[in-house]
């Protein structure tokens, strides 16, 4: 293989992350032209005479770009999860509209003090001097879009795609290979019941079946399928949702991960906490059924960055199995910092 400087890769990740952003800051803007349209409509109702609409422009952007959508006129206040629900159905209509589904981020450097298992690939490739470097970039891209919408006036069915890559940017030797990529297609019927139940209200669920895999072969093959319910519960700023599945899995002799289920377990828990413009965020995996032995925990924050109002900072952990696919029953332990685009809140 033909190998370039480390900085060649560099500048390719920063184009990357470029490009992907311009992608998503294109669909936010094209909700924001919306949102502003409806703020300096219903402002000019109550302004007075004196006020010009270059200042009452100014002031919309600003309320919109801040967040606070309680100090747009007519506007009520809502939960987090609300929020962002509320804002999907302005736009979900919309020709050429592509909708975040999970987080996007790009994690310029994650670490990884466990070190990377390099055994599958010395074997698939015949390489016995192949080796991976603990330091690489992650990045995730997921989008969702309607197949239909208000079915007798209850549910909506999406379908959704995210890719997650870790990518061995910084490893010259292997000339920084795409060390694993994670392709997850998956399909859903969703419902907004509103149950309040304890304080909380049930305000999103969905079912559906999931895809994944890492579209490679030999030794390195790896996938699964499962059938899911998806449950979210919020509570003005806090929101926690249970994600329990069924898995699809061969488990034959020659299959490609029999165990994998014994490693992912069969549901994860996640909680997010919207503090001013943070996210905080947490998953946990497996760790109750497996007596903590086998199970997964990740942390996330999303913060924000003053010179830019849609791209934030951010930071994730993640201590135990199945991380990627690839290496779904090795123990890692990574820590990471980057930008992020959207987040669950």
Known sequence: MKVYPVETYLQKMIFSAFVLLVSFTTWA??????????????????AEESVTVGQLRIECQKKIASGRRSEIPNQPELDAVSERIHEEEQHVLAPFTLMAHKPNYVLVASYNNSGYHDEHFKEQFSDSGYSLDDIEAKFQLSIKFPLLVNIFDTADIYAAYTNRSFW????????????????????????????????FTNSWNSFGFNHQSNGRDGTLSRSWNR??????????????????????????????????TDYLGHYELTASYKWDKHVLSVMSRNNLESGFKRGA??????????FWPYMRGYVQY???????????????????????LTDWL
């Open 29 to 46: 803007e094209h909700g924001i032209a919306d949102e502003l349209h409806d703020c300096m409509a219903s402002a000019m109702t109550q």
């Open 297 to 306: 925990v990740e942390l996330s924050w999303s913060f924000p960055l003053g």
């Open 227 to 260: 059938l899911f319910a998806w449950m979210t519960f919020e509570r003005e700023d806090l929101a926690l949702s249970i994600k329990p599945w069924i898995a699809i899995v061969d488990d034959s002799e020659d299959a490609d991960n029999p165990d994998l």
């Open 168 to 199: 061995q940017v910084y490893n010259e030797k292997e000339s920084a290979p795409f060390r694993e990529t994670n392709h997850e297609p998956e399909i859903w019927v969703q419902f907004h019941p509103k149950w309040e139940f304890l304080g």
């Open 318 to 340: 993640f201590n135990g199995y199945g991380e990627s696919l690839i290496d779904y029953d090795q123990h890692t332990n990574t820590i990471g910092l980057g930008l992020s």
